[in-house]
Nanobody, 120 residues
Framework: QVQLVESGGGLVQPGGSLRLSCAASGFTFSDYAMAWFRQAPGTEREFVANVRWNGNNTYYGNSVKGRFTISKDKVKNTVYLQMNSLKPEDTAVYYC?????????????WGQGTQVTVSS
């Protein structure tokens, strides 16, 4: 069955770095666009970053542009989110997403989330 398993979250001080990983299985990873979203308590889920199916095009939310980097490893079936210069407002649960849009069908999968807390 489809699985997206996030890891790498934790507590970090402002200005620090973390790298999140999302290990994918149960579907053809190379066909899917991959993305990271986040959700802080009392807020809506927010787009963070995504990478196209071929790994060649990336897009970022304005709040993370220049600080976060998404990458896709098609050998390891894993997507990463390198987070630098972290701020307290980056505190949230981070979710991995796999997305495939076909003419008649949309495939959309989510991981269980990993907590990132930025605090001194």
């Amino acid at each position: 069955q489809v699985q997206l398993v996030e890891s790498g979250g934790g507590l970090v001080q402002p200005g620090g770095s973390l790298r999140l990983s999302c290990a994918a299985s149960g579907f053809t990873f190379s066909d899917y666009a991959m993305a990271w979203f986040r959700q802080a308590p009392g807020t809506e889920r927010e787009f963070v970053a995504n990478v196209r199916w071929n790994g060649n095009n990336t897009y970022y939310g304005n709040s993370v542009k220049g600080r976060f980097t998404i990458s896709k490893d098609k050998v390891k079936n894993t997507v990463y989110l390198q987070m630098n210069s972290l701020k307290p407002e980056d505190t949230a649960v981070y979710y991995c997403n796999a997305h495939l849009l076909l003419p008649a069908t949309v495939y959309d999968y989510w991981g269980q989330g990993t907590q990132v807390t930025v605090s001194s």
